[in-house]
């Protein structure tokens, strides 16, 4: 294993990403004080796992975050990554680990290994006993030197441990350890649990039998229940059966009656039909003869006055005249009238004018006599509201002063029962004292083991919660893993066996790819098997190759022969075969062609495979270049002449010439080319799902089993915690009655303590009280007789106002009265002056007609002869057309009487068949009402065979017994009586039994497990016991010879020893450091200078790197206090320990540099940044 990089960001003043390269041997880190070197060693020391911030020289976390500076503002997050190649040291399957560490202001900190979230402890896994783990001496500064000297013998034992390699089994021992505490626990929890589980075993089975007898008569019960339901469903179904005959017969009697009715209906609309044509014959012929005898009565009328007429013209004329002459008179005598009736208007005009003013000036008295009525009754109603005031107060006064003279009563004779029942009451509160203390102490001590049940309960309930959801999560993981294993093992069984039955090929390349001839070792196979394609290009490869994926490769031309000869014999087909032989490549001469815009490469470029076959790929490709889109590709063709095969990524192929193919697939884009790494990638895939799944399936197990034990010691919590809240529920119900029946008796003696003291004082009180209140009383009652006398006198006065307000408004009321009736008058005035003027006219109007008619009829005088001619003769016509349509109207009209007559008898029948058919419907509804009822209870019967019991009535015919109804009664009533005699039981006792027998059985179990479970453990620890004793007894003698060595050859003499505390316990023993300087005596440690203490640890550190060469070591300025001899000697061993161990060491010191192979430099700028400078020295030298 070898420190490869190490790369930080935001570490102290590491301020921006730096990445330092190591290299094998040694390589030295330099740089001015203060310019950060020593970060580097912090930063290694973290990612190990280094948690004391004071160690990386800080005083919290986030000292290590860069803080900022005058120019730079501060970093929230730190984080440091180390880069090692790992070479089976590591116990992981990476060819390279990546450790990260990474710290947020905040505080938040995450781990990664290879970008995966890991914990720390997962880190310290993965470098124990490596020599680079947190207890080890990979990496040592000037702080350590001291530290590792004058450490007690037992914390310096530490770093023999991680040398020797014991650390995991140190580890190991302390976990099993604790799992050994736990299962002592465990066990105790299950014996208590097992002796829990058998004291109640015996009553739960007797509540378990009982149970079932209670069971087995309900199951009995249950079925004559059902037998029940079964026979009265048979009963409503024989009823139903019963009534559907009636109502059948019932509705087909219905029908027949309601059949005649319609018929009958029919016959009446007939009827009513024909009645209706004839009355409009009727009244169309009487229309005509009315018409007809209308003409002959006008005729005849016209020829009367024209007779009349000419007999009385002279007559006529003359009275005309005079009608003139009275029209013309009347027209006079109604515009005289006319002139009066519009002077009396006007006079009545003027006489409502005096009378709406004298009603205006009545109004203003009226108005100012409210208001002095309403003060007047404002007045009356305040005196009433202090009269009713003062009434109240004599009142008031009176019953006070009663009261006063009832409680001068009472005081009198309550003196001594209060006394009395004082000193009874201070009994009774210190009784309740006493008791009420005694329970807040049982109370108190209930509590605290309450609290401690509780905190319990608290945590075993949150990792009962942990363990739940980490099983979840182990079984979605599960489960998921499974989906996964199982998808990818079906695609790499259809895979391989695409691959070996060459599915896709031709029929022809598959036979001699599967031929068992002779021949056949010539053949190293398919195109498509020999070549790798980047999976970019594989659909531009795999169109530039077409069928040439299918050519079969042959070591020579005698190979090809062979098989073609043999797909001649078998009438197989044909086949391209490329003897490596005899292939010869031509290259393409348009090399230009490639630095075109687009131009990817020449497809055997893109193309892998082995050497062998490099020509194979060369003659099928090396003329074909591919191009990223179809237009450079065009581009491309036009500018080289159209001479070059072009294929696209997308698949579009250009020949020579200027033919163009392309367009979509179906399917995969290739069948052949990605095959062969599609298998390699699923192998890996379900290697690594199956030792997932395995790895899954046994930390699920572990958790399971866990979270079963924490259920059961949560059960247990429960079941005491319900116990301690009965009690403490039945404490606390005691000491609140206690406490409000002392509350009550104490405030009952204070009361009567207070009354007591008050009771002679009060007497006295109210005894003056009392004669003040006869004096209040006799002055509130003169001041109610005062208010008494002033409302009386202020009523009379209301009274009389209110008199004269009545009579004015009578008096007012007459005058509106009369001024209406002028109003009438007035307007009839109006209305009879208006109908002289429109008779007037009408006069005027006819006196004018009057005179027309005159002339009109001197002229009809002179016509009248000729047209009585003419209307005598039309007159015979019409006579004679009457009197046939007389006759004719007569015969229809016999004719409606007779349909009259027999739509009568219609109606009559009618009725009674109706009749008949409303009986009918309303019998058929009532059976139909009951047989619906019967229906109903059949289907409420059979809801109940189904919901209570799950039979119909036709399975339930199985479980029903065979026994009359009173057979039946009277065996329900016997299992009623029986379990009325069984009393209440537990429904759940039986299966709480068998549970409780099989918890007791399983915990037995659990028992006889952990007990062999501890037995294994001891066993265990007795044997990493003997390992870690028999390792570091190994360990520790090489390493006291190392270390005697080596301080020799670095002090050039003297002697050194390292020893046990204790031989006999090498498990715990200390160690101890005893050193003998050249020249002088043997001393203690704490005696040495600074530099002989740091060539001793240097001589420390060379004898764990001897024993156990660690992969790395981490030396920050150790060498500052040598002097240069030793310093050159220090140098010397690091080029010596360089060939096993690789050296990255922070000096200042120049023999130290000179020893190195690499050096860094780190810089500080003004930003208060550390910037990394790199030289190779062989280079520079």
Same mark, same amino acid.
Request: net charge negative.
């Given at each position: 294993?070898?420190?490869?990089?190490?790369?930080?960001?935001?570490?102290?003043?590491?301020?921006?990403?730096?990445?330092?390269?190591?290299?094998?041997?040694?390589?030295?880190?330099?740089?001015?004080?203060?310019?950060?070197?020593?970060?580097?060693?912090?930063?290694?020391?973290?990612?190990?796992?280094?948690?004391?911030?004071?160690?990386?020289?800080?005083?919290?976390?986030?000292?290590?975050?860069?803080?900022?500076?005058?120019?730079?503002?501060?970093?929230?997050?730190?984080?440091?990554?180390?880069?090692?190649?790992?070479?089976?040291?590591?116990?992981?399957?990476?060819?390279?680990?990546?450790?990260?560490?990474?710290?947020?202001?905040?505080?938040?900190?995450?781990?990664?290994?290879?970008?995966?979230?890991?914990?720390?402890?997962?880190?310290?896994?993965?470098?124990?006993?490596?020599?680079?783990?947190?207890?080890?001496?990979?990496?040592?500064?000037?702080?350590?030197?001291?530290?590792?000297?004058?450490?007690?013998?037992?914390?310096?034992?530490?770093?023999?441990?991680?040398?020797?390699?014991?650390?995991?089994?140190?580890?190991?021992?302390?976990?099993?350890?604790?799992?050994?505490?736990?299962?002592?626990?465990?066990?105790?929890?299950?014996?208590?649990?097992?002796?829990?589980?058998?004291?109640?075993?015996?009553?739960?089975?007797?509540?378990?039998?009982?149970?079932?007898?209670?069971? *087995?008569?309900?199951?009995?019960?249950?079925?004559?229940?059902?037998?029940?339901?079964?026979?009265?469903?048979?009963?409503?179904?024989?009823?139903?059966?019963?009534?559907?005959?009636?109502?059948?017969?019932?509705?087909?009697?219905?029908?027949?009656?309601?059949?005649?009715?319609?018929?009958?209906?029919?016959?009446?609309?007939?009827?009513?039909?024909?009645?209706?044509?004839?009355?409009?014959?009727?009244?169309?012929?009487?229309?005509?003869?009315?018409?007809?005898?209308?003409?002959?009565?006008?005729?005849?009328?016209?020829?009367?006055?024209?007779?009349?007429?000419?007999?009385?013209?002279?007559?006529?004329?003359?009275?005309?005249?005079?009608?003139?002459?009275?029209?013309?008179?009347?027209?006079?005598?109604?515009?005289?009238?006319?002139?009066?009736?519009?002077?009396?208007?006007?006079?009545?005009?003027?006489?409502?004018?005096?009378?709406?003013?004298?009603?205006?000036?009545?109004?203003?008295?009226?108005?100012?006599?409210?208001?002095?009525?309403?003060?007047?009754?404002?007045?009356?109603?305040?005196?009433?509201?202090?009269?009713?005031?003062?009434?109240?107060?004599?009142?008031?006064?009176?019953?006070?002063?009663?009261?006063?003279?009832?409680?001068?009563?009472?005081?009198?004779?309550?003196?001594?029962?209060?006394?009395?029942?004082?000193?009874?009451?201070?009994?009774?509160?210190?009784?309740?004292?006493?008791?009420?203390?005694?329970?807040?102490?049982?109370?108190?001590?209930?509590?605290?083991?309450?609290?401690?049940?509780?905190?319990?309960?608290?945590?075993?309930?949150?990792?009962?919660?942990?363990?739940?959801?980490?099983?979840?999560?182990?079984?979605?993981?599960?489960?998921?893993?499974?989906?996964?294993?199982?998808?990818?093992?079906?695609?790499?069984?259809?895979?391989?066996?695409?691959?070996?039955?060459?599915?896709?090929?031709?029929?022809?390349?598959?036979?001699?790819?599967?031929?068992?001839?002779?021949?056949?070792?010539?053949?190293?196979?398919?195109?498509?098997?020999?070549?790798?394609?980047?999976?970019?290009?594989?659909?531009?490869?795999?169109?530039?190759?077409?069928?040439?994926?299918?050519?079969?490769?042959?070591?020579?031309?005698?190979?090809?022969?062979?098989?073609?000869?043999?797909?001649?014999?078998?009438?197989?087909?044909?086949?391209?075969?490329?003897?490596?032989?005899?292939?010869?490549?031509?290259?393409?001469?348009?090399?230009?062609?490639?630095?075109?815009?687009?131009?990817?490469?020449?497809?055997?470029?893109?193309?892998?495979?082995?050497?062998?076959?490099?020509?194979?790929?060369?003659?099928?490709?090396?003329?074909?270049?591919?191009?990223?889109?179809?237009?450079?590709?065009?581009?491309?063709?036009?500018?080289?002449?159209?001479?070059?095969?072009?294929?696209?990524?997308?698949?579009?192929?250009?020949?020579?010439?200027?033919?163009?193919?392309?367009?979509?697939?179906?399917?995969?884009?290739?069948?052949?080319?990605?095959?062969?790494? *599609?298998?390699?990638?699923?192998?890996?895939?379900?290697?690594?799902?199956?030792?997932?799944?395995?790895?899954?399936?046994?930390?699920?197990?572990?958790?399971?089993?866990?979270?079963?034990?924490?259920?059961?010691?949560?059960?247990?919590?429960?079941?005491?915690?319900?116990?301690?809240?009965?009690?403490?529920?039945?404490?606390?119900?005691?000491?609140?009655?206690?406490?409000?029946?002392?509350?009550?008796?104490?405030?009952?003696?204070?009361?009567?303590?207070?009354?007591?003291?008050?009771?002679?004082?009060?007497?006295?009180?109210?005894?003056?009280?009392?004669?003040?209140?006869?004096?209040?009383?006799?002055?509130?009652?003169?001041?109610?007789?005062?208010?008494?006398?002033?409302?009386?006198?202020?009523?009379?006065?209301?009274?009389?106002?209110?008199?004269?307000?009545?009579?004015?408004?009578?008096?007012?009321?007459?005058?509106?009265?009369?001024?209406?009736?002028?109003?009438?008058?007035?307007?009839?005035?109006?209305?009879?002056?208006?109908?002289?003027?429109?008779?007037?006219?009408?006069?005027? *109007?006819?006196?004018?007609?009057?005179?027309?008619?005159?002339?009109?009829?001197?002229?009809?005088?002179?016509?009248?002869?000729?047209?009585?001619?003419?209307?005598?003769?039309?007159?015979?016509?019409?006579?004679?057309?009457?009197?046939?349509?007389?006759?004719?109207?007569?015969?229809?009209?016999?004719?409606?009487?007779?349909?009259?007559?027999?739509?009568?008898?219609?109606?009559?029948?009618?009725?009674?068949?109706?009749?008949?058919?409303?009986?009918?419907?309303?019998?058929?509804?009532?059976?139909?009402?009951?047989?619906?009822?019967?229906?109903?209870?059949?289907?409420?019967?059979?809801?109940?065979?189904?919901?209570?019991?799950?039979?119909?009535?036709?399975?339930?015919?199985?479980?029903?017994?065979?026994?009359?109804?009173?057979?039946?009664?009277?065996?329900?009533?016997?299992?009623?009586?029986?379990?009325?005699?069984?009393?209440?039981?537990?429904?759940?006792?039986?299966?709480?039994?068998?549970?409780?027998?099989?918890?007791?059985?399983?915990?037995?179990?659990?028992?006889?497990?952990?007990?062999?479970?501890?037995?294994?453990?001891?066993?265990?620890?007795?044997?990493?016991?003997?390992?870690?004793?028999?390792?570091?007894?190994?360990?520790?003698?090489?390493?006291?010879?190392?270390?005697?060595?080596?301080?020799?050859?670095?002090?050039?003499?003297?002697?050194?020893?390292?020893?046990?505390?204790?031989?006999?316990?090498?498990?715990?023993?200390?160690?101890?450091?005893?050193?003998?300087?050249?020249?002088?005596?043997?001393?203690?440690?704490?005696?040495?200078?600074?530099?002989?203490?740091?060539?001793?640890?240097?001589?420390?550190?060379?004898?764990?790197?001897?024993?156990?060469?660690?992969?790395?070591?981490?030396?920050?300025?150790?060498?500052?206090?040598?002097?240069?001899?030793?310093?050159?000697?220090?140098?010397?061993?690091?080029?010596?320990?360089?060939?096993?161990?690789?050296?990255?060491?922070?000096?200042?010191?120049?023999?130290?540099?000179?020893?190195?192979?690499?050096?860094?430099?780190?810089?500080?700028?003004?930003?208060?940044?550390?910037?990394?400078?790199?030289?190779?020295?062989?280079?520079?030298?």
């Amino acid at each position: 294993m070898q420190l490869k990089r190490l790369e930080a960001y935001g570490f102290k003043s590491f301020a921006d990403k730096v990445e330092i390269e190591f290299h094998a041997g040694v390589t030295a880190i330099v740089g001015p004080n203060g310019s950060g070197k020593s970060n580097v060693t912090d930063a290694v020391r973290w990612v190990l796992g280094e948690q004391n911030v004071r160690a990386l020289r800080g005083s919290k976390a986030e000292d290590i975050i860069f803080t900022g500076s005058a120019t730079r503002r501060a970093m929230g997050v730190a984080e440091v990554s180390l880069f090692f190649e790992n070479e089976g040291d590591m116990p992981v399957d990476y060819r390279e680990v990546v450790v990260t560490r990474r710290l947020f202001r905040s505080g938040e900190s995450e781990f990664f290994i290879n970008k995966s979230r890991c914990r720390l402890k997962d880190i310290s896994n993965l470098f124990a006993d490596t020599g680079l783990g947190r207890d080890g001496m990979s990496v040592i500064g000037q702080n350590r030197i001291d530290e590792i000297l004058n450490s007690k013998p037992e914390e310096r034992r530490l770093y023999f441990e991680e040398t020797a390699g014991i650390t995991k089994y140190r580890n190991r021992k302390r976990e099993s350890m604790r799992k050994l505490e736990d299962m002592q626990g465990n066990l105790v929890r299950v014996s208590d649990i097992m002796q829990e589980i058998e004291g109640q075993l015996e009553p739960l089975a007797e509540s378990a039998e009982k149970t079932r007898r209670h069971d *087995e008569l309900q199951t009995v019960y249950r079925r004559c229940a059902l037998t029940e339901l079964f026979q009265r469903e048979g009963q409503l179904k024989k009823e139903r059966a019963d009534s559907a005959g009636k109502i059948e017969a019932m509705r087909d009697e219905a029908l027949a009656a309601e059949t005649q009715v319609r018929l009958l209906d029919v016959k009446k609309e007939e009827l009513d039909q024909a009645i209706l044509v004839l009355e409009e014959k009727l009244q169309e012929q009487a229309e005509k003869n009315n018409a007809l005898r209308t003409q002959i009565e006008q005729a005849n009328s016209e020829i009367a006055i024209l007779e009349e007429r000419a007999h009385q013209h002279d007559a006529l004329k003359a009275r005309l005249l005079q009608q003139r002459a009275d029209f013309e008179s009347t027209a006079g005598e109604a515009a005289a009238e006319k002139q009066r009736l519009f002077a009396v208007e006007k006079e009545l005009l003027e006489k409502h004018a005096a009378i709406n003013a004298a009603i205006a000036k009545d109004r203003s008295s009226l108005k100012a006599l409210g208001e002095k009525l309403r003060e007047v009754k404002e007045k009356h109603r305040t005196l009433a509201d202090k009269k009713d005031a003062a009434q109240r107060d004599m009142l008031a006064r009176e019953n006070e002063l009663l009261l006063i003279e009832h409680e001068l009563e009472r005081y009198s004779t309550s003196g001594t029962e209060r006394t009395d029942e004082l000193k009874r009451a201070i009994a009774a509160v210190d009784a309740l004292t006493t008791e009420a203390k005694a329970i807040g102490e049982e109370r108190r001590r209930l509590e605290e083991e309450r609290r401690t049940h509780e905190e319990e309960r608290t945590k075993k309930t949150q990792e009962k919660e942990r363990l739940d959801e980490k099983l979840h999560t182990l079984l979605h993981a599960e489960n998921r893993t499974k989906e996964e294993l199982h998808a990818d093992e079906n695609k790499l069984k259809f895979l391989r066996n695409m691959q070996a039955s060459y599915e896709g090929f031709a029929r022809a390349p598959k036979a001699v790819l599967q031929a068992k001839e002779p021949w056949q070792k010539g053949v190293a196979g398919a195109v498509a098997e020999l070549v790798s394609v980047p999976h970019e290009y594989i659909r531009a490869v795999d169109v530039a190759l077409g069928s040439s994926l299918q050519n079969i490769v042959t070591e020579d031309t005698d190979t090809a022969k062979a098989a073609i000869a043999f797909l001649k014999r078998a009438r197989l087909g044909r086949v391209t075969f490329l003897p490596l032989s005899t292939l010869v490549v031509r290259r393409s001469q348009d090399e230009a062609a490639k630095r075109e815009a687009g131009a990817i490469g020449f497809a055997n470029e893109l193309v892998g495979a082995d050497a062998k076959y490099r020509k194979v790929v060369d003659f099928l490709l090396a003329r074909t270049l591919v191009v990223d889109t179809l237009d450079h590709g065009l581009a491309i063709e036009k500018k080289m002449g159209w001479r070059l095969r072009i294929v696209t990524l997308d698949g579009e192929l250009l020949n020579p010439g200027g033919s163009l193919s392309g367009g979509g697939r179906q399917g995969q884009e290739t069948s052949f080319l990605n095959r062969g790494g *599609e298998i390699e990638r699923l192998e890996k895939s379900v290697r690594d799902a199956e030792e997932k799944l395995a790895a899954l399936l046994k930390e699920r197990t572990l958790f399971d089993k866990a979270a079963k034990e924490m259920a059961e010691a949560l059960e247990f919590i429960a079941r005491s915690l319900q116990q301690k809240d009965v009690y403490a529920a039945e404490l606390r119900v005691k000491d609140e009655r206690i406490a409000e029946a002392r509350k009550e008796k104490e405030k009952a003696r204070e009361t009567l303590k207070k009354l007591a003291e008050e009771a002679e004082m009060t007497f006295s009180k109210a005894q003056a009280k009392k004669n003040d209140a006869v004096q209040q009383a006799k002055a509130a009652r003169r001041l109610y007789e005062k208010m008494e006398r002033e409302t009386k006198e202020s009523e009379e006065e209301l009274d009389d106002l209110e008199q004269d307000a009545d009579d004015l408004s009578k008096y007012i009321n007459e005058r509106e009265l009369k001024r209406a009736v002028l109003e009438q008058e007035k307007i009839r005035a109006r209305e009879q002056a208006l109908l002289k003027e429109k008779e007037e006219t009408r006069a005027k *109007e006819q006196a004018e007609k009057t005179r027309e008619e005159e002339i009109a009829l001197d002229e009809e005088q002179s016509n009248g002869g000729t047209k009585r001619e003419a209307i005598a003769a039309r007159v015979a016509a019409w006579q004679e057309k009457h009197a046939e349509g007389k006759a004719a109207y007569d015969k229809q009209y016999q004719e409606k009487l007779e349909r009259h007559a027999e739509n009568q008898e219609n109606d009559k029948a009618a009725r009674a068949a109706g009749q008949r058919l409303s009986e009918m419907q309303g019998k058929l509804h009532q059976m139909e009402i009951a047989a619906a009822e019967v229906h109903v209870k059949i289907e409420q019967v059979q809801a109940e065979l189904l919901e209570q019991y799950g039979h119909t009535w036709e399975t339930a015919a199985e479980e029903a017994l065979d026994l009359t109804g009173t057979e039946l009664k009277k065996k329900m009533q016997d299992i009623s009586r029986a379990l009325a005699e069984l009393g209440p039981v537990n429904p759940n006792a039986i299966r709480e039994h068998e549970e409780l027998v099989e918890r007791h059985a399983f915990m037995g179990k659990q028992a006889a497990d952990l007990e062999a479970a501890r037995e294994n453990l001891m066993a265990m620890i007795h044997e990493m016991d003997v390992t870690m004793t028999r390792q570091f007894k190994v360990a520790f003698e090489e390493i006291r010879g190392y270390f005697a060595d080596i301080f020799v050859r670095l002090f050039g003499g003297g002697k050194a020893e390292l020893f046990l505390t204790d031989e006999k316990d090498v498990l715990h023993a200390g160690v101890e450091i005893e050193v003998q300087l050249p020249t002088k005596k043997r001393q203690n440690l704490s005696v040495l200078s600074g530099g002989e203490r740091a060539l001793t640890v240097i001589a420390l550190l060379f004898s764990f790197l001897r024993y156990r060469p660690a992969p790395f070591s981490v030396l920050d300025e150790i060498d500052a206090p040598l002097d240069e001899a030793n310093v050159a000697r220090f140098g010397k061993f690091l080029g010596e320990f360089a060939e096993n161990t690789q050296f990255i060491v922070v000096t200042h010191r120049k023999g130290t540099m000179e020893a190195a192979d690499f050096m860094y430099g780190i810089t500080i700028e003004d930003a208060g940044v550390s910037r990394v400078l790199s030289v190779r020295l062989d280079e520079a030298i």
